[in-house]
């Protein structure tokens, strides 16, 4: 579905209508029942750091075939060292605590 606005699919009337039929109370969106969390990226290790390594894995080279792109992804994803997991849970590790401790809300941070 393509909105000429550049909106999301899921900002479609029809979609929000359906959303809030289907699921009631229970919706999550901007303006919705319950709003979104706070983006909080330097709590995402996936954004932050992984996903930059994959990606640099993955797009080394022109990708020929959408199963080489399906190959490459499960290969980096093979490729992530034990070790770098365990360091990127270290260093997320004190930012979860801290915001726990701030009961969700924004808190500021020292690196």
């Not at 979609?15 to 319950?34: A, C, L």
């Not at 992530?80 to 605590?97: D, F, G, S």
């Amino acid at each position: 579905m393509v909105q000429h606005d550049g909106a999301p699919p899921h900002k479609v009337s029809s979609v929000q209508k359906y959303n809030r039929d289907t699921f009631q109370q229970q919706v999550i969106g901007y303006g919705g029942y319950v709003e979104w969390p706070p983006r909080a990226l330097d709590l995402d290790p996936l954004h932050f750091f992984l996903w930059g390594y994959i990606k640099q894995r993955v797009y080394a080279t022109p990708l020929p075939t959408l199963q080489e792109l399906r190959n490459r992804i499960t290969d980096a994803c093979a490729s992530v060292p034990p070790a770098m997991l365990y360091n990127v849970q270290r260093e997320v590790q004190p930012l979860v605590q801290m915001c726990i401790v701030a009961e969700g809300h924004n808190f500021e941070h020292d690196r």
